[in-house]
């Protein structure tokens, strides 16, 4: 069965390696994301930390992973050989580089921080956020990031860094309130808990990445960044059977040379106007201090700092004093913000994932979870109660990808649920690769 499976892998990449906006049809997964069911194991069904980061091996039926296809975990994603490999190979010399911006790969500091001696943050030539929160790129033909939800007194919910290995009740709690964040996924915690991402795609989340091993990305050579946007991608595909088209770059840094690197695979970055600094708590912060923040973002919610438009709001699964944080105050944010969301949700993105998979969750509307295989033939209808953006497809480097436009009237939204409609000819490529194998 594993020869199989590896060499179907091969046989597939073969077909679409000449097409790079094809990429991601080359990954492996035997996950229905219309039809999931968590292994019911210790550590998917217990709140005891301990318990549940207990390392467990995988079904293979489920999840099936090679150690020699995939970098190293926790280290920079050209890590064992990987970026000698033919699969790798083949994906570098498919992206013209003659396009790349001329663009330097930034320095660190003695301490670890990034080095902007030299750089003008007025001028800011390159759009590089973490010098200047620059999010409208200088080039063409690239999507500007994400930054906030564009409709009034919105609350943008979303989590970095995971999936965490004790998220069992914090994802229980955000079930039981029904509520859905965009989860942003680190591709070596992908491999690590592959379980936990698993459980974020039938919940409902809006799942992205968060590159392999959370760098500074503008640190990083082009082959660098391009394999730890990918073997991200690949990961959440083995473990959800979705491959995300959005990301957020690692403290947000990011310039036209990564964000050009990024769209050559589809990527579209999604960034925040509000930051808990909740990774701080019990670190370089007390949690009294990162409490006063959530404090101040709650009080943002009634007092018509977002009567406009809405945020998007910085914070993290990193570890169970965040997780507890968010827990704390997500009662208080609801009652604050006419409407708490993921960005998918909020910027009525109806195609988050390069598959065929639908969003048609809708603003002030609910959603049929992933793994409900009861999927409703009609939709119904509701309206915005204020204008709002719309979400096109535009062409770019051969993506479909999303932009948005300004309705000058409200809009009528399609409400329902998950819908996935299966690509019949890349089907029956691979079911034909597969016989011609046996």
Same mark, same amino acid.
């Given at each position: 069965?594993?020869?199989?499976?590896?060499?179907?892998?091969? &046989?597939?990449?073969?077909? &679409?390696?000449?097409?790079?906006?094809?990429?991601?049809?080359?990954?492996?997964?035997?996950?229905?994301?219309?039809? !999931?069911?968590?292994?019911?194991?210790?550590?998917?069904?217990?709140?005891?930390? +301990?318990?549940?980061?207990?390392?467990?091996?995988?079904?293979?039926? $489920?999840?099936?992973?090679? /150690?020699?296809?995939? %970098?190293? *975990?926790?280290?920079?994603?050209?890590?064992?050989? !990987?970026?000698?490999?033919?699969?790798? =190979?083949?994906?570098?010399?498919?992206?013209?580089?003659?396009?790349?911006?001329?663009? %330097?790969?930034?320095?660190? @500091?003695?301490?670890?921080?990034?080095?902007?001696?030299?750089?003008?943050?007025?001028?800011?030539?390159?759009?590089?956020?973490?010098?200047?929160?620059?999010?409208?790129?200088?080039?063409?033909? $690239?999507?500007?990031?994400? +930054?906030?939800?564009?409709?009034?007194?919105?609350?943008?919910?979303?989590?970095?860094?995971?999936?965490?290995?004790?998220?069992?009740?914090?994802?229980?709690?955000?079930?039981?309130?029904?509520?859905?964040?965009?989860?942003?996924? !680190?591709?070596?915690?992908?491999?690590?808990?592959?379980?936990?991402?698993?459980?974020?795609?039938?919940?409902?989340?809006?799942?992205?990445?968060?590159?392999?091993?959370?760098?500074? =990305?503008?640190?990083?050579? /082009?082959?660098?960044? $391009?394999?730890?946007?990918?073997?991200?991608?690949?990961?959440?595909?083995?473990?959800?059977?979705? =491959?995300?088209?959005?990301?957020?770059?690692?403290?947000?840094?990011?310039?036209?040379?990564?964000?050009?690197?990024?769209?050559?695979?589809?990527?579209?970055?999604?960034?925040?106007?509000?930051?808990?600094?909740?990774?701080?708590?019990?670190?370089?912060?007390?949690?009294?201090? &990162?409490?006063? !923040?959530?404090?101040?973002?709650?009080?943002?919610?009634?007092?018509?700092?977002?009567?406009?438009?809405?945020? #998007?709001?910085?914070?993290?699964? #990193? /570890?169970?004093? @965040?997780?507890?944080?968010? *827990?704390?105050?997500?009662?208080? *944010?609801?009652?604050?913000?006419?409407? &708490?969301?993921?960005?998918?949700?909020?910027?009525?993105?109806?195609? %988050?994932?390069?598959?065929?998979?639908?969003?048609?969750?809708?603003?002030?509307?609910?959603?049929?979870?992933?793994?409900?295989?009861?999927?409703?033939?009609?939709?119904?209808?509701?309206?915005?109660?204020?204008?709002?953006?719309?979400? @096109?497809? @535009?062409?770019? /480097?051969?993506?479909?990808?999303?932009?948005?436009?300004?309705?000058?009237?409200?809009?009528?939204?399609?409400?329902?649920?998950?819908?996935?409609?299966?690509?019949?000819?890349?089907?029956?490529?691979?079911?034909?690769?597969?016989? $011609?194998?046996?």
């Amino acid at each position: 069965m594993y020869i199989r499976y590896f060499t179907l892998s091969l &046989v597939v990449s073969s077909l &679409v390696s000449a097409d790079l906006s094809n990429y991601w049809q080359s990954f492996s997964s035997q996950i229905d994301p219309r039809n !999931i069911t968590i292994p019911s194991i210790p550590q998917t069904t217990s709140n005891d930390p +301990v318990t549940e980061c207990t390392y467990y091996n995988t079904d293979p039926a $489920l999840v099936l992973i090679n /150690n020699s296809e995939w %970098p190293n *975990i926790w280290e920079t994603a050209t890590s064992n050989n !990987i970026q000698k490999s033919e699969e790798f =190979t083949s994906l570098y010399n498919s992206i013209n580089w003659t396009g790349a911006p001329n663009i %330097p790969v930034r320095k660190l @500091t003695a301490n670890g921080g990034l080095d902007f001696s030299g750089y003008s943050s007025e001028s800011d030539p390159d759009c590089w956020w973490s010098s200047s929160l620059c999010t409208q790129s200088k080039l063409t033909d $690239l999507n500007e990031d994400i +930054v906030q939800c564009p409709e009034p007194e919105t609350y943008g919910l979303t989590y970095d860094d995971g999936p965490n290995c004790s998220q069992n009740a914090f994802y229980n709690y955000l079930e039981e309130q029904q509520l859905k964040a965009t989860m942003f996924y !680190i591709g070596s915690n992908v491999i690590g808990w592959p379980y936990g991402a698993l459980r974020g795609v039938k919940d409902g989340h809006h799942v992205a990445g968060h590159t392999w091993s959370h760098q500074y =990305t503008t640190s990083l050579s /082009n082959e660098e960044v $391009l394999a730890e946007l990918y073997y991200t991608q690949k990961a959440i595909k083995l473990a959800t059977g979705l =491959t995300p088209r959005y990301w957020r770059p690692p403290y947000g840094d990011v310039d036209d040379r990564v964000r050009w690197i990024a769209s050559q695979l589809g990527l579209t970055a999604v960034m925040w106007n509000l930051d808990t600094n909740d990774w701080e708590a019990g670190f370089s912060a007390t949690i009294e201090e &990162v409490q006063n !923040i959530y404090d101040e973002i709650e009080a943002m919610g009634s007092n018509g700092t977002f009567s406009s438009s809405g945020n #998007i709001v910085l914070s993290h699964e #990193i /570890n169970n004093t @965040t997780m507890t944080l968010a *827990i704390d105050n997500l009662p208080k *944010i609801v009652s604050a913000y006419k409407q &708490v969301l993921d960005v998918a949700t909020c910027y009525n993105i109806s195609q %988050p994932y390069f598959e065929d998979f639908e969003w048609t969750r809708t603003l002030n509307n609910s959603i049929t979870p992933a793994g409900n295989s009861s999927l409703p033939t009609t939709n119904s209808s509701s309206t915005s109660d204020t204008a709002s953006e719309s979400v @096109t497809a @535009t062409a770019v /480097n051969g993506f479909e990808t999303t932009k948005t436009t300004t309705n000058s009237a409200n809009e009528s939204i399609t409400s329902g649920a998950y819908r996935f409609v299966s690509n019949s000819i890349f089907e029956i490529s691979v079911f034909t690769a597969a016989l $011609l194998y046996l």
